[in-house]
C-alpha cells in the first residue's frame, strides 16, 4: 500500500446487544476484532463526542473517523449510533482527509434520515460495493461519484493541505500566480518601483539546477517576441544586493537589451524565491530634541515600520518621507 | 488512575491554557487506555486538539491480580494536549516528554510507591470538599495543587514547556528529566527578536535538528557560545563528557572546529557530534571563525524595535554604543575589516569585534557569503542534457558553441580539431562517471564561443588551468572560504580568477544555507514575503 493511501475504509456500529462493532469493512478482516475492541472507545464514543473528527493513532494504524448520533424513538434505545472510518498507515498525514470522513458522515446521516438507509437490511447492504468503489476511486484520483438513487449521489474529494496564508498588509501588492490562469495584460500593475531593494537568496541556484524552473522563468520574464537566455537572467538576480536599487541594475546593465522585462523578472524571482525584497526602515534614536511639527511622525519611527508601511498609511511620498528622514540626524535606517 | 493534562497556550478548543469543552470523565474516559494500547506512544486528535502521551502498566501482567493494592491502579498515562496542526517531528518530540517523564514515575511507583501515595492524597481532598456543604464546595485542583508534590511537579513542567521549552527537574528528587524542544528554544529566540507573533509551532519553517545536526557541518565552520563559557561549564551535569569540558574550554569565535578539534585533542567527527549537541540545546550556534574578510548584513527576521529589551542588553554590555546606530551600518554588507576603524585605539578595535560577536550571539546578523556560478550557457546547459530532455535553448547554445568552434577550427591546425564536436561528445558521456572536470583546452574553447573568438588576456596557461580545476565548485553551492579550504588556494588567487573570467562567472552573495537553518529555520525561503 503506497504511504498515503486509504488502506481501509470500514462501517462500524452500536449493535443493541452485541455493543460496539464493525458492521462491514473492505477489505475484509483488515482491522481485527480483537485490534477494534481495543480502540473502540474512540470509535464509537461517549455522545459527548459526536459530530467530532476523531483520529487515533495506536497499534500501527492511522483511523480516522466521525462519530453519528441519531435520535429517534423508532430505534431500539431511542438512538442509532454509527462512525464510518478510514483506516491509513500511521505515517499517513491524514488530515486532507478529515473533510472526507465529515462529508461522509453526513451524507449517510441524511440517508438515514430520508429514507432509513441505514436501519433498513435491505438498502444497508449495498454499503460494502459503495465503500470500495469510494476506496478506490479517492485512492486512484482523489475524487469519486457514487449514485445512490435517483436522486442522491456521492460526491468526495481529497483536498491538499494548506497552510494559512500570511498576513496581509496594507501596504502588500497583489500579484497573479503565473501558473493559475490569468489574463494578467489587462490589469494595471502599478507595482512597477524601481526604487526597491532586493537581495538574492540562496535559492537562487535551483535557477541552475531545475530545468522547468528555467524554462518557466524565461517564458514569464522575456519581452514579447524576444527570448531572454539564463546567463544575463542570473545576471541580473545576482547583482540584486542590498544598497543596490532596481534602478542601478536598470543602469549598470541594460536589461532591455537582453530581451527581459526587469518588472517581471523581480515578480518571478519573489513569486519563487530566488530573491526577496528588502524593506526600509527610519528608526528614531531616542533622544529629547524634537522639531515641532514633525513630532507627530515620531511614532512611526520606532522600527516597527516600514517605508512601504509609513508611505501607505500617512499618505506621504517616499520622496517626502526620505527628506523628513533625511533631515533629522536622529533618524537611523535599516535595512532587512 | 492518574492522569495530567498539559495545555497548550492557544486555539479554539484550548482558551487561556485550559482545555475547554471536556469533562473529566470523558477525559479520563478517552485517556485511560487498555492494557494492550499501554507501553508505546498514544496518539489521539479531536478536531483541533491532539493529546499525546505514553501509557504504562504499573506491574507485569502477571502481577496484576497478586496484590490487593493494585487493583485499584493498573496502569497510568502522561498527557500533553496540544493544538493542531503541528508538525510531527515536534509532536514526536513532546512523546519524547510524556515518555520520560511516565518511566519516572512508575520508577518512582515501584521504588517508593510515590503514585499511590499522592493518589490517596487526592482522593482525601476530593473526599473532603465532596462532604462539604454543596454551598462552599470548591473545584479540588487548586487544594490539590498545593498538597500534592506531583501535580506540583507536572505544573512545573508545564509551566515550563510554555515558558523556555526545556525541562529539567528531579521526579521526586530522585529521577533526572532533561529535555528540550530544539525548536522551541531557536523560535523562543526569534520571537525575541521578532515583533511578528506567529504561534511558535505552526507557521514556522520546521526545522529538523537532528537531520542538520552532523552531516551540515564541516571542518571550516566555527562555533560560537550562546552563553559565558564559565557558566555553561558550571551547568553541565557531574558525569559529562570530559572532551565536552575540554571543547568548551578551547573555544573561541576565531577557531575553525577542525581547529578545536586539534586543540581539545579529540577527533574530528566527535568535534561535530558535541557542536550538534551544543547547539541542539541552544547553548552554541554556528558560524564561519570571524576574520578580516567576513562581510555581514542584518539578519531579515530581526526586530528593529526601537525600545526592545535587546537594546537595554546591548547598553549593559557596551555602555557606548547605539544598537539602532550599529544596526543601521550593517543595514548594507560590509565586512569586518570595513567595520574596524583602521585610525582607531587596539582597544576600539577589540570592542568592535566584541560587539560583533554579540550581535551575532543574538542573531541580528548574518554573515553573506560569495557564490560563484558559472552560467549554464557556457557549460551548465552540457551537463543537463543527460539528465533531462534538450530543451530548445540548450541546442541553440550547443549548436552555437559547436558552429563558432568549426570556425575556429578551420583557421586552426588539425590538432585543435579535437576541442570542437568530438570532445562536447565526451563531456556528454562522462557526466555520469563522477564530477565534471572539463580540460583547460575545453574551457578555451568555451570562452573563445562566448567572446566570439577575442581571446585577449586567455593566454595564462596556469590561470586557465585553476579555473578548470575550479569549475566543479562553480554551481552556486561553494562559497569561496569553502573553495579556499578544498583547494587549499588563496583569496586573492580566487579572486583573480573571478576577475579574469568575470565574463562567464557570476558570483552571488547570500548566506550560509546551513548556519542561517539555526537561526531562521529551514532556510530563509518561508520569509520572502515578509
Known amino acids: 500500500m503506497p504511504l498515503g493511501e486509504i488502506s481501509c475504509i470500514f462501517f462500524s456500529e452500536f449493535h443493541p446487544t452485541a455493543g460496539p462493532k464493525i458492521v462491514y469493512q473492505v477489505p475484509e478482516n483488515y482491522i481485527s476484532k480483537d485490534e477494534f475492541d481495543t480502540v473502540h472507545v474512540y470509535i464509537i464514543t461517549k455522545p459527548q463526542l459526536k459530530d467530532r473528527i476523531i483520529t487515533i493513532d495506536v497499534l500501527g494504524h492511522k483511523i480516522v473517523g466521525c462519530p453519528v448520533y441519531i435520535e429517534n424513538p423508532k430505534y431500539d434505545r431511542n438512538k442509532l449510533i454509527f462512525n464510518l472510518c478510514f483506516v491509513f498507515d500511521c505515517q499517513t498525514n491524514t488530515l486532507r482527509y478529515e473533510s472526507v470522513v465529515k462529508k461522509l458522515a453526513g451524507y449517510l446521516t441524511t440517508l438515514e434520515n430520508e429514507s432509513g438507509f441505514l436501519s433498513s437490511e435491505e438498502t444497508k447492504k449495498q454499503l460494502p460495493e459503495i465503500l470500495t468503489k469510494i476506496l478506490e476511486e479517492l485512492n486512484r484520483c482523489g475524487v469519486c461519484l457514487i449514485p445512490i438513487d435517483q436522486s442522491t449521489a456521492i460526491h468526495l474529494k481529497v483536498t491538499g493541505d494548506h497552510l494559512d496564508p500570511g498576513q496581509v498588509h496594507n501596504h502588500d501588492v497583489p500579484i497573479y500566480e503565473p501558473r493559475a490562469k490569468y489574463d494578467i495584460s489587462k490589469w494595471d500593475m502599478a507595482t512597477q518601483q524601481y526604487s526597491n531593494v532586493y537581495v538574492t537568496t540562496p535559492d537562487i541556484n535551483s535557477l541552475l539546477e531545475d530545468k522547468q524552473l528555467q524554462e518557466e522563468c524565461l517564458n514569464y520574464i522575456s519581452r514579447p517576441g524576444q527570448t531572454a537566455n539564463l546567463h544575463h537572467v542570473l545576471t541580473l538576480y545576482c547583482g540584486l544586493t542590498a544598497g543596490t536599487t532596481v534602478k542601478d541594475i536598470c543602469a549598470r546593465h541594460n536589461p532591455h537589451c537582453y530581451g527581459i522585462d526587469v518588472r517581471k523578472l523581480i515578480q518571478f524571482g519573489l513569486m519563487r524565491g530566488l530573491i526577496r525584497h528588502l524593506q526600509k526602515y527610519p528608526v528614531r534614536v531616542p533622544n529629547d530634541d524634537s522639531v515641532g511639527n514633525l513630532r507627530n511622525f515620531y511614532k512611526w519611527f520606532n522600527g516597527n515600520h516600514c517605508y512601504d508601511e509609513i508611505c501607505c498609511l500617512t499618505g506621504l511620498s517616499q520622496q517626502e518621507l526620505d527628506d523628513i528622514v533625511e533631515n533629522d540626524s536622529n533618524i537611523v535606517i535599516c535595512w532587512k | ?530
Open chain 2, 1 to 530: 488512575m492518574t492522569k495530567s493534562s498539559i495545555r497548550s497556550p492557544k486555539g479554539p478548543t484550548v482558551v487561556n491554557g485550559i482545555l475547554m469543552g471536556y469533562s473529566d470523565d470523558v477525559l479520563a474516559n478517552l485517556l485511560t487506555v487498555k492494557a494492550k494500547l499501554c507501553a508505546s506512544k498514544f496518539e489521539l486528535k479531536i478536531d483541533d486538539v491532539v493529546f499525546i502521551g505514553h501509557p504504562l502498566l504499573l506491574h507485569p501482567v502477571s502481577q496484576e491480580t497478586a496484590k490487593r493494592e493494585l487493583v485499584t491502579m493498573i496502569s497510568f498515562n502522561v498527557v500533553i494536549a496540544l493544538l493542531a496542526p503541528i508538525d510531527r517531528e515536534i509532536l514526536m518530540c513532546y512523546h519524547n516528554l510524556t515518555k520520560q517523564l511516565a518511566i519516572a514515575l512508575r520508577h518512582e511507583e515501584r521504588r517508593c510507591g510515590l503514585l499511590s501515595e499522592q493518589k490517596r492524597t487526592i482522593w482525601s481532598i476530593q473526599d473532603e470538599i465532596a462532604a462539604r456543604p454543596e454551598d462552599s464546595q470548591e473545584s479540588p485542583y487548586g487544594p490539590i495543587l498545593e498538597k500534592c508534590r506531583l501535580s506540583q511537579q507536572l505544573k512545573h513542567v508545564y509551566d515550563e514547556l510554555c515558558s523556555s521549552g526545556v525541562v529539567q527537574l528531579y521526579i521526586n528528587k530522585w529521577v533526572h528529566i532533561n529535555w528540550c524542544l530544539p525548536h522551541k528554544l531557536h523560535n523562543l529566540y526569534m520571537k525575541d527578536t521578532s515583533h511578528t507573533d506567529t504561534p511558535t509551532h505552526v507557521a514556522r519553517p520546521v526545522f529538523r535538528p537532528q537531520k542538520f545536526l552532523i552531516e551540515a557541518l564541516r571542518p571550516y565552520h566555527g562555533m560560537l557560545l550562546l552563553i559565558d563559557a564559565t557558566t555553561l561549564l558550571d551547568s553541565l551535569p557531574i558525569d559529562a563528557s570530559p572532551s565536552l569540558v575540554r571543547l568548551i574550554k578551547v573555544t573561541s569565535p576565531f577557531k575553525s572546529l577542525q581547529t578545536l578539534a586539534s586543540d581539545a585533542d579529540i577527533s574530528l567527527r566527535q568535534v561535530y557530534q558535541l557542536v550538534g549537541h551544543l547547539v541542539y540545546w541552544r547553548k552554541a550556534t554556528i558560524i564561519f571563525p570571524l576574520c578580516e574578510a567576513n562581510v555581514y548584513v542584518l539578519s531579515p527576521n530581526i526586530n528593529t524595535f526601537v525600545n526592545s529589551s535587546l537594546v537595554e542588553k546591548c547598553e549593559e554590555s557596551f555602555p557606548n554604543v547605539s544598537l539602532p546606530v550599529i544596526l543601521s551600518e550593517f543595514s548594507v554588507p560590509s565586512s569586518l575589516g570595513d567595520h574596524k576603524d583602521v585610525l582607531g585605539l587596539p582597544q576600539q578595535q577589540a570592542q568592535e569585534v566584541q560587539v560583533v560577536t554579540w550581535l551575532l550571539q543574538h542573531g541580528l546578523l548574518v554573515q553573506l557569503h560569495t557564490y560563484v556560478l558559472m552560467t549554464p550557457k557556457f557549460c551548465k546547459s552540457w551537463r543537463q542534457t543527460s539528465h533531462h530532455s534538450v530543451g530548445t535553448d540548450d541546442i541553440t547554445d550547443r549548436t552555437r558553441l559547436l558552429s563558432s568552434n568549426s570556425d575556429l577550427n578551420s583557421t586552426a591546425s588539425d590538432d585543435s580539431y579535437s576541442l570542437g564536436g568530438r570532445s562536447l561528445e565526451a563531456i556528454c558521456d562522462n557526466e555520469d562517471n563522477g564530477p565534471w572536470c572539463p580540460q583547460p583546452e575545453q574551457i578555451l574553447a568555451g570562452i573563445r564561443a562566448m567572446r566570439n573568438n577575442k581571446i585577449g588576456a586567455l593566454d595564462n596557461q596556469e590561470e586557465l588551468t585553476l579555473l578548470a580545476r575550479l569549475c566543479p565548485y562553480f554551481d552556486g553551492k561553494h562559497h569561496l572560504e569553502e573553495i579556499m579550504y578544498a583547494e587549499n588556494i588563496r583569496r586573492s588567487q580566487l579572486l583573480t580568477i573571478l576577475d579574469k573570467f568575470r565574463d562567464i562567472l557570476i558570483t552571488s552573495q547570500h548566506e550560509d544555507p546551513v548556519i542561517s537553518a539555526w537561526l531562521y529555520g529551514a532556510g530563509i525561503k518561508r520569509s520572502r514575503t515578509s
